[in-house]
């Protein structure tokens, strides 16, 4: 399970344009479960969705892991809680490349190299051998049904291929943690529910899932095991299913 | 230890590929940094070769040389003053020399006349060096006039030309028998251009130096290591000279490069951005830009070397000899024999490699530090 207790985040502190992104969220998101955070632009939603992935950290409040991140820690036992508010840098990237794959709304794929090396990239630092890796990308990008395009560069593919591209790169350490930020703002109707049926089968795998967005196709899904709404920083609704 | 080396490896590769991707920018930047290393290298390469050429040369010169001075110039000296050297104790052999320069006025040259009792040719003939028969167009057997001290032309046949190996040494000579060059420049007898002094024990030729000074006042004998250092002097003020030059170009380099090297592109700053959102730490970062900025730097010194050394040793330093060899209209030609001094590698190495390493690390640290959701929000 992912518990928030009143995390709060502010941008430009002491200066005349501050403002809370988060303000005093408390919830909890449930592991092996579909969440969806609902809300209009500026809601908080993608703030608060890095919070969560560990690439800020809020500036108030606790974010604890049960059950997660484990092994990511030197030392720490198995079901051990962590709590990723007060973890320095180097730890938090270990959290963050093992515990969570993220899918971007502007996919955030390196131009120029092939999708293949794009799909490697995460895994690079992890120190683990180019065949093995390649061999895990392959299998990828076969998944997604864009293994012909492994040699083209990104630049070469549709809007839906680099989704799918950005997908098996979210896949290639094993997260248990699939984050996606608006995931279909770029896609037609029928890439979007495409997308969710990978998503589904992300369920099947007892994967959690996460995904901030105002897209019906995305938050009517049934899917989805809880749906959370978010306005100007703060939770005004939480529930299971539509 | 191998997730380690395998995590360098990794970010090595993905640091060859991102240099690719930018064929335009690094490929520029390459060659004006090579060719800045090739300069320098090849500076250093030719005075140290040619540095150690005069050392080698000046082995077979005497210990001592003794020239008679008047009113502080270059005079004549007795030859009976060697009778008297040679009497200093410690001292084995004196022997007269007779030397001097001709100048031809039609090609400018200045060439240099000897008279050797060793091996000496024929009445009126005389052994040239290959400078003297490339710029003079002279074949053996031909016959050449030189104008005498007293107008008058003496007319020599060309008996021999001294082998092209000793170039360096004999480029520009001219052996003649000893009376034809008295004759020639009106030398009067019993008199020489200076006299060689070899001394048994080297340790005591700076006593000896000084004994013929307070023997003979009017004398001025030069040691052997007073030699050395005026060719060091030399050749280092020469490559000093040239490296002022080109300081001019150096410095435009070391702009460019660290404009090509502190500003990353919008681009760059985005793939960093990236990076760091899918998981990758600041360290990480850092390795990947210093390996590209090594790649390039490495690279650039590797082939700046290479082809110094190329150039220097098999093309004779085509580019800079007029700067670095000689001072007449005769240029010397000969091969020199490869030194490479490791100590000026690695000054080299460490002021071309070292700074610009440095200075593609720190912006990437600005970059790097800061929060990875900025790619979230990009």
Known sequence: MIELIEVSKNFNAGRANQFTAVDRVSCSIGLGEVTILKGPSGSGKTTLLTLIGCMARPTSGRILLHGIGKGCLPGSPVDDSIEITSLPERFLTGIRRGTFGFIFQHFNLVHGITVLENVMLPAYPTGESVPELRHRARELLELFSVSRHAAARIEQLSGGEMQRVAIARALINDPAVIIADEPTAHLDSKLSCEFMEIIGGFKGQGKSVLIASHDPIVYDTALADAVIEMRDGRIIGAGTSP | MNRRIERHRNILDFA???????????????????????????????????????????????????????????????????????????????????????????????????????????????????????????????????????????????????????????????????????????????????????????????????????????????????????????????????????????????????????????????????????????????????????????????????????????????????????????????????????????????????????????????????????????
């Open chain 2, 16 to 378: 060859i590929s991102s240099l690719l991707r930018r064929k335009g920018k690094n490929l520029s930047l390459l060659a004006v940094y090579a060719f800045i290393v090739f300069i320098i290298a090849s500076i250093v390469f030719f005075t140290q070769a040619l540095k150690r050429e005069a050392t080698l040369l000046l082995e077979g010169a005497p210990d001592l040389v003794v020239q008679r001075m008047v009113a502080g110039r270059h005079d004549p000296i007795p030859i009976t003053y060697g009778d008297k050297i040679a009497a200093i104790r410690g001292v084995s052999a004196v022997s007269p020399r007779l030397w001097g320069y001709y100048y031809d006025p039609f090609t400018g040259a200045n060439f240099t006349l000897v008279a050797s009792d060793d091996d000496p040719p024929a009445k009126e003939s005389i052994y040239i060096g290959s400078g003297v028969a490339r710029i003079m167009r002279l074949t053996t057997g031909v016959h050449w006039s030189l104008r005498g001290a007293k107008g008058t032309p003496a007319v020599f046949s060309v008996q021999k030309i001294l082998p092209g190996n000793s170039e360096l040494v004999a480029s520009d000579l001219i052996q003649i028998r000893e009376d034809d060059f008295r004759a020639l420049f009106d030398f009067p007898l019993g008199r020489a251009t200076d006299l060689a002094v070899v001394v048994g024990n080297k340790v005591e030729v700076p006593t000896i130096a000084a004994k013929i000074s307070r023997q003979f006042p009017d004398t001025r004998p030069i040691l052997k290591s007073e030699m050395l250092r005026t060719y060091d002097s030399v050749f280092d003020w020469r490559g000093g000279m040239v490296l002022v030059i080109l300081s001019v170009a150096v410095l435009s380099f070391v702009l460019f490069a660290w404009d090509k090297a502190t500003a990353l592109s919008a681009e760059e700053r985005k793939e960093i951005g990236i990076l760091k959102s899918i998981g990758w730490e600041t360290g990480d970062v850092l390795l990947l830009k210093s390996f590209e900025g090594m790649v390039i730097s490495l690279t650039a010194y590797l082939v700046g070397v290479s082809v110094a050394y190329l150039h220097v040793f098999f093309f004779s330093a085509s580019l800079f000899e007029h700067a670095l060899k000689g001072w007449s209209v005769l240029y010397p030609r000969f091969g020199l024999t490869p030194v490479i001094d490791p100590y000026q590698l690695c000054v080299l190495f460490f002021l071309t490699v070292g700074p610009y390493t440095v200075a593609t690390i720190v912006p990437s640290w600005l970059a790097a530090t800061v929060d990875p959701d900025a790619a979230m929000r990009s």
